[in-house]
């Protein structure tokens, strides 16, 4: 009797354990992981895309969603959609999405690059203070040029600096910072004033200017020197220089801001005017008005381009002096920095706005900022600037800003 009310007892648990385990796991039943559809195939970094399907946990953090292999902020999920955001740099690939360590894939996301803007060097507080990257510091940084390693120099204003930034961020001073009054020296033993525009040669010389219309030569080595003090030019004046560009042949070219023209510098020093009558106007032509210029920039094609500050308009001057129009811009106020790129694409700031016109002068478009002062990194389309006026461009076409209001210098990629 004992035998077999021990075997009727352990058949009695076996089978409430096995009851138990079924109602388990009905009651714990989910519809499979799949990926249906999605709510848009193609995008670009932050475009919010919805994954519809089955099996999708309702707790946000049990969810992942990756586009290409990249994870993906989940924003808003149910049982049968989840809201993500594409992430920077996704390239194009499948969407996939993983539940508690169960996986599936679903279509193909097409990536769109788009401009994203990030901080490249500059703390943001006033200061001189060189180092790694944001540790660093600038006061009223303004001017911007690349030299052929791909070092940035930056004319920082205030304290009649020369910085000089590494492809890593390292800023360091190369030139400037003596105090008194301007002078001639190496390095740091130079003094300059506030300065304003800068450029290369082919020999890699730096050629800087000041307010008061000195226009300094810096080697490769870091000596200084006076190239032009535009106090002592008979019959021209220098006040305010505030773009420079160097042509093919070595001739210098300085818009003179305060007089409506620009003047042409030739490898020995001698001076003549190349265009504007000096009056303040926006007549096309040779001489051709402007109107408070500011940045200069040689395009492929040999044309000096010239942000036309008070005219609200993008000229450019050919090899004979004869102004053109290439762009008026009715929304864009004060254009001040300019920059090209290997495809003739014209980049210019202004209105804390950076804006690109195309290389057939055809298209103008608003790549990054709003008109609203701000110092917000991220999508073009968000991101803000304070007072932004030089711009340079590297090898590999991204964009770099003097963000002078902010005292930062920021950079503009395709991501």
Request: charge should be neutral; charged fraction near 10%.
């Amino acid at each position: 009797m004992n035998h077999l009310l021990k075997k009727s007892i352990t058949y009695i648990i076996i089978a409430s354990i096995g009851c138990v385990f079924l109602s388990c796991s009905k009651s714990k039943t989910s519809p499979s992981l799949s990926i249906s559809s999605i709510s848009t195939n193609t995008g670009a970094y932050n475009t919010s895309v919805v994954i519809y399907g089955t099996g999708f946990s309702t707790v946000k953090s049990e969810d992942k969603v990756s586009f290409n292999g990249k994870q993906a902020t989940i924003t808003a999920a149910s049982g049968t959609s989840l809201t993500a955001t594409v992430p920077l740099g996704a390239g194009t690939g499948n969407v996939s999405v993983t539940v508690n360590g169960n996986s599936t894939i679903g279509p193909v996301f097409n990536y769109v690059l788009s401009y994203v803007v990030s901080t490249f060097a500059g703390n943001g507080t006033k200061g001189n203070q060189d180092g790694s990257a944001t540790n660093a510091s600038f006061y009223t940084p303004s001017g911007l040029a690349f030299d052929k390693a791909g070092n940035l120099f930056v004319t920082d204003e205030y304290y009649g600096l020369v910085r000089k930034i590494d492809p890593a961020g390292a800023v360091t001073t190369f030139a400037g910072g003596a105090g008194g009054p301007k002078k001639d020296g190496t390095g740091t033993s130079a003094s300059f004033g506030d300065l304003t525009a800068i450029t290369f040669d082919s020999s890699g010389n730096i050629f800087v200017s000041d307010y008061e219309g000195l226009i300094s030569k810096i080697t490769p080595g870091a000596v200084a020197t006076t190239f032009i003090n535009g106090e002592f030019v008979p019959g021209y004046s220098f006040e305010y220089p505030s773009g420079l560009a160097i042509d093919a042949s070595g001739n210098l070219y300085v818009s003179i801001y305060r007089m409506n023209q620009i003047h042409k510098i030739t490898p020995g020093g001698v001076v003549t005017n190349f265009a504007g009558s000096g009056a303040p106007g926006s007549l096309d032509g040779k001489p051709g008005n402007f109107w408070e210029p500011a940045g200069l920039v040689f395009d492929p094609s040999g044309l000096l381009c010239v942000a036309d500050f008070n005219n609200n308009k993008i000229r450019s001057v050919d090899l004979l002096g004869t102004v053109s129009t290439i762009a008026a811009f009715f929304h864009f106020n004060n254009p001040n920095g300019l920059a090209v790129d290997s495809k003739g694409n014209i980049y210019v700031s202004g209105n804390n706005e950076i804006v690109v016109i195309s290389a057939d002068h055809q298209h103008v478009n608003t790549i990054a900022g709003t008109v609203d002062a701000g110092s917000n990194n991220g999508d073009g389309k968000v991101a803000t600037f304070n007072n932004p006026t030089g711009l340079a461009v590297d090898a590999s076409g991204n964009i770099y800003v003097a963000d002078t209001g902010n005292n930062t210098i920021r950079k503009i990629a395709l991501q």
